[in-house]
């Protein structure tokens, strides 16, 4: 990689200085200067395919005056300006928050966590040894807003923010009462109809979406009967569960058309039935639901939470 000669630029009162001065190099690397004094060091290691490799360290009396997020700034300019690279990433200790905060305000988005081998597991297949711990990894593109616009701020906010599985499901009963479950090809119990919400999807058109598709059948939510936070479960992280009322249809099992991966077929249940079909949280909360004339109930893991009983 061929590489400009020794420059420096500044951002205010920070400046990074280029240290190395080798003409053929795969590292770049930068000192950082603040109010005059050496003040920790910015790199890029050039990786194939026009990506970028960043990190940095700033000095301990120099932090908390934003001369990181200003270093990192100016490095990934020159990342791109002068280095003609399209994409820097970066990795950092997901506990680290002063370090992901500074990847932010760089306009570095989340992109994800790169899980490392715990302890006892094997070590990696290329023969190298693994890192012992989980990093965040970050990114930013050529093409990404300037870090100070307001669409770089609301990008970089919008990958860090955490996200909560939503859920939405039908409860359909018929004229004897009895509630509509299906049997599922994936799992041992019997469960409501609907499933994940998709990106940018309401809890309301999904469920619709997801009856059109498992069933082949129409319906139209009349009111959201409960909100029912899941805690974390056989392995799923938590979620919540938005129960829409899709009103009373005794024919809904003669004219339902089956999706066979999803479904093996469906069932009047009584609430007995139930309790020894469906997951607890399910019995719990359709007994809960038996006894709610109106309204929308707040639940979690299918009852009411402590501080409403």
């Known amino acids: ?21 080798a003409a053929e190099t795969s590292v770049v690397n930068f000192l ?7 003040a920790g060091t910015v790199e890029i290691k050039h990786l194939d395919d026009g990506d970028g490799e960043l990190s940095w360290a700033v ?15 100016l490095m990934i300019r020159y990342a791109f300006d ?27 988005r989340r992109e994800g966590l790169v899980r490392a081998p715990k302890e006892g597991e094997p070590e990696s297949v290329v023969g190298q040894r693994p890192q012992r711990h989980d990093r965040v990894q970050l990114a930013r593109l050529s093409t990404d807003p300037e870090p100070t616009t307001r669409d770089s701020f609301i990008g970089v906010l919008n990958a860090a923010l955490p996200t909560k599985r ?26 409501l109809p609907g499933g994940v919400v998709d990106p940018h999807e309401s809890p309301a058109q999904a469920v619709v979406r997801e009856v059109r598709e498992e069933l082949q059948v129409e319906v139209a939510p009349q009111s959201l009967v409960a909100v029912n936070w899941l805690p974390s479960w056989r392995g799923w992280d938590d979620a919540m569960l938005c129960v829409f ?10 004219n339902a058309r089956l999706e066979p991966r999803e479904l093996r077929a469906l069932h009047w249940c009584t609430l007995e039935e139930v309790e020894h079909r469906a997951a607890g949280y399910v019995t719990r909360m359709l007994r809960r639901l038996a006894h709610q004339a109106e309204g929308t ?13």
């Open 59 to 73: 000095l301990p009396e120099h932090r908390g005056h934003g001369v990181a997020a200003r270093a990192v700034r």
């Open 166 to 191: 939503v859920i939405a499901q039908g409860l359909i009963r018929n004229s004897a009462k009895e509630i509509l479950l299906c049997e599922l090809t994936y799992k041992q119990e019997w469960d």
């Open 32 to 38: 950082v200067e603040h109010q005059g004094r050496v």
């Open 297 to 309: 109930a707040y639940l979690e893991d299918g009852a009411d939470p402590r501080w409403q009983t």
């Open 245 to 254: 009322d899709l009103g009373v249809d005794d024919q809904i099992i003669e």
């Open 1 to 21: 990689m061929s590489v400009p000669p020794a420059q420096a630029s500044n951002d205010g009162d920070v400046v990074i200085r280029r240290r190395d001065d």
């Open 82 to 108: 002068e280095l003609g690279l399209h994409r820097v990433v970066a990795f950092t200790d997901p506990h680290d928050g002063a370090s992901l905060r500074t990847a932010g305000r760089a306009g570095l």
